[in-house]
Every structure is written in C-alpha cells, then in structure tokens.
Antibody, heavy 122, light 110 residues
C-alpha cells in the first residue's frame, strides 16, 4: 500500500525558509487522480491544513499561509515538497504529508506520513 | 476560516457509548456532506476513521459511526474499548478547495 515519509531539517532559524520533502512509496504519485497535501500540528494543539498539489502541478493553499507557502512536485522522484518562508516560532510544529481523497475536493486524508518535527529557533 | 468547535474532552466507561460533536457553520459543515474524522494516539499520525459524514474505511470497526445535522457533525463510538482512548479530530470541506479542522477532543475511557 501507499506509504509517505517526510524528510528535512529539524531546526530552522527565524526569518529563514522551512523546506520539507515527502517521498511516496508503494504507488505512483501520478496515479489515481489524488492530491498530495501538507498538514501541520503544533505541540499540544490541533491540525492545520497547509495546502495541496496535483501531479499536474495544480496547487491550492490555506489562505492564512498563502503568501509564504509553496508546494511543488517531482513526479520523476515520486516526491512532493513544501517550502514556508519567513518562519517564526509560531511555525514550530510537526509537519505531516498526506494523500488526499481522489477527485477535486480532497475532503479526506489517508494515508499519513509519520510526521516531521520542525523547530524554529535561533 | 475558523476552526470547527469540538469539546476539549469527553469520557465514558468501557462498553458505553460516547458522542463527540463538531460544530461548524453554514459555510463548511452545514454546506457540504464532506465531514471526516481522525483518531490520533500520542506521538502518532492521525488515522482516518470516517469520511463523507458517515462512511467507514475498510478496517475501521463498525462501532464507529458518523452523522450530521445542520451545522453540527457527530462521531459516535459504541461499545467503548480501552483502545479507543485517543484524540479525535473532525474535518470539513470549506469550499475553495480547502478544509478546516476541529480543535480536537481527548477521549478518556474510565
């Protein structure tokens, strides 16, 4: 079955750019008409939707993060990536990469990566 | 979008039933039959338990059920078991190809 694994630095300096990559295994990122998403969770808090990408390159973002976020896809590597610029301590969270439901709505998410803790600190 | 509203915590004894409410607005929960629920153990990734308001993915016990009335969705767990103790999050499509999550509910099995 499809599995997702996040990778990237665990520590980012304030005002710098956070970058994470999600590697998809057990299936092609280009099959099934799925969108591929990023969701984050600050420690002890709830989940926050960041955005999504289709293998065609089409993206949608949470309006609260739109000015700082970019999601890209590399179908040759079966990966998709997240960049978040001008980070502050408020961006400290566990970042999950997740496959969204097939189709245009992406209203449910499964499976999830194990999560990657990113701490923003000097 | 504002987060959906969930009770911070609920509790019940083994064998009993418990219902977790998730209140949104006419722009999200009330507008679409696209509510999903996730179970999360400490330090683990969330797991999909219910989608499209009331559908169960393969492998999820039928003790878990979902429903919706107006702007409020609900997750009911019947025949509560110790292993059901976890955090539960609701999620709703909110239009414009985005979703909004609830703040999460901690379920304690007494």
């Amino acid at each position: 079955q499809v599995q997702l694994q996040e990778s990237g630095p665990g520590l980012v300096r304030p005002s710098q750019t956070l970058s994470l990559t999600c590697t998809v295994s057990g299936g092609s990122i280009s099959s099934g008409n799925h969108y591929w998403t990023w969701i984050r969770q600050p420690a002890g808090k709830g989940l926050e939707y960041i955005g999504r990408i289709h293998d065609s390159g089409s993206t949608n973002y949470n309006s609260s993060l739109k000015s700082r976020v970019a999601i890209s896809v590399d179908t040759s590597k079966n990966q998709f990536s997240l960049t978040l610029s001008s980070v502050t301590a408020a961006d400290t969270a566990v970042y999950f990469c997740v496959r969204a439901a097939a189709g245009p709505i992406s209203n449910w998410f499964d499976p999830w990566g194990q999560g990657s803790l990113v701490t923003v600190s000097s | 979008q504002s987060a959906l509203t969930q009770p911070r915590s609920v509790s019940a004894s083994p064998g009993q039933s418990v219902t977790i409410a998730c209140t949104g607005t006419s722009s999200d929960v009330g507008a679409y039959n696209y509510v999903s629920w996730y179970q999360q153990y400490p330090g683990k990734a969330p797991k999909l338990m219910i989608y499209d308001v009331s559908k169960r993915p393969s492998g999820v016990p039928d003790r878990f059920s979902g429903s919706k009335s107006g702007n409020t969705a609900s997750l009911t767990i019947s025949g509560l078991q110790a292993e059901d103790e976890a955090d539960y999050y609701c999620c709703s499509y909110a239009g414009s190809y985005t979703v909004v999550f609830g703040g999460g509910t901690e379920l304690t099995v007494l």
